[in-house]
Nanobody, 124 residues
């Protein structure tokens, strides 16, 4: 499975940005897909996830109500709509896919495949 993330860039605080991740490869459409982010010197942080079965979504407390994850099964893509961006949202954002159990869905180690990352910079 290969993942290709896009859509990062520079945006002012309060603005919006939409990230997209395209998945390719065998059985990729069956996997749960998630977004994580990382800043230098810190661990990779869970942002949002959409499960393969049922399409349930989960968010970190820091982005809930501002970010929305969605999936297009026909295109095999997952998007992250980010609104009301804050300075602390600045990070490299990674999409990931795998088959984590529900209790591990927020753990980076539970995902098999990762995209290359796309930088989001929020300025004041």
């Amino acid at each position: 499975v290969q993942l290709q993330a896009s859509g990062g860039g520079l945006v002012q605080a309060g603005g919006s940005l939409r990230l997209s991740c395209a998945a390719s490869g065998p059985t990729s459409s069956r996997y749960t897909m998630a977004w994580f982010r990382q800043v230098p010197g810190k661990e990779r942080e869970f942002v949002a996830v959409i499960r393969s079965s049922g399409g349930n979504t989960y968010y970190s407390d820091s982005v809930r109500g501002r970010f929305t994850i969605s999936r297009d099964r026909a295109k095999n893509t997952v998007d992250l709509q980010m609104n009301s961006l804050k300075l602390e949202d600045t990070a490299v954002y990674y999409c990931a896919t795998g088959s984590p159990i529900l209790s591990s869905i927020r753990q980076a180690s539970a995902y098999y495949y990762w995209g290359q990352g796309t930088l989001v910079t929020v300025s004041s």
